[in-house]
């Protein structure tokens, strides 16, 4: 994994609020080397481990309701580039058309696709996507173009990484759709709220960057998937008018 050459990135992204955090990956290209490395031999690893689960899933999802057994839904990644995300299909076929984030007991969701998201097992077959190199193991979640469009001009700073299967802020979000539900425009809730606060967690990511933050991170998120509860500095509540109550921010 490398940096390109500040000349060589997207027009889009030769802004000054993205170059405090190019300068920064610049110097970090031992440990991106290391970041790649490790990304493909966990992922090979851990497809052939899984291989099992996956075609569990597989026949469940296909016998549960019509459709793929993959959602490809599409997202964007380092420096822009657009890609369809491999995620197992929780939701009922051209889910999509409408809001594109997902409420508590969305009526979209599947009985297969309920269990599936409880376990957390639906981003495991972005595996494939790590392998391809449009993922990483950790790094900021892949928005959908749609949400890219709002990005402020730090927000950009983002793409200079591939995306990613997790991060500190789906650690700290990892409950987001309890915290939409309710609202009456949840596209809008999340781009004016949501958004906001997890990319303060992704940019702080970024500056802070080191392939041992990055173990720091995964070992987190498997805590996290077993119940381990983690408080990030921002505590809020969607309210149903699609404004957030915030808690006090505090130091964690």
Not at 114 to 122: K, Q, S
């Amino acid at each position: 994994m490398k940096i390109v050459k500040w000349e060589q990135l997207p027009a889009e992204m030769q802004i000054e609020a993205v170059r405090k955090y190019y300068d920064i990956l610049k110097k970090k290209k031992f440990s991106l080397l290391l970041k790649r490395a490790f990304d493909l031999f966990v992922s090979l690893i851990a497809l052939v481990v899984f291989s099992p689960i996956f075609l569990v899933l597989a026949i469940a999802i296909k016998l549960d309701s019509p459709g793929p057994v993959f959602y490809r839904q599409e997202r964007v990644t380092q420096y822009g580039r657009r890609f369809r995300i491999h995620k197992f299909r929780t939701m009922v076929q051209n889910a999509d058309k409408g809001s594109q984030v997902t409420v508590n007991n969305d009526g979209r969701v599947t009985r297969v696709g309920r269990a599936i998201r409880a376990c957390r097992l639906d981003e495991t077959a972005q595996l494939l996507d790590v392998i391809r190199g449009t993922l990483t193991l950790v790094g900021t979640r892949p928005e959908s173009p749609r949400f890219v469009v709002e990005y402020t001009d730090e927000m950009m700073a983002t793409l200079l990484l591939p995306a990613g299967v997790t991060s500190l802020a789906s650690i700290y979000y990892k409950d987001e759709a309890k915290l939409l539900d309710g609202a009456d425009d949840t596209d809008k809730v999340y781009i004016e709220k949501i958004l906001p606060e997890k990319m303060y967690y992704n940019l702080r990511s970024i500056e802070k960057f080191s392939f041992w933050g990055d173990i720091r991170i995964m070992f987190m998120t498997v805590f996290a998937v077993f119940g381990k509860k983690y408080k990030g500095e921002y505590e809020g509540t969607v309210l149903n008018d699609g404004e957030e109550q915030m808690g006090e921010i505090s130091k964690v």
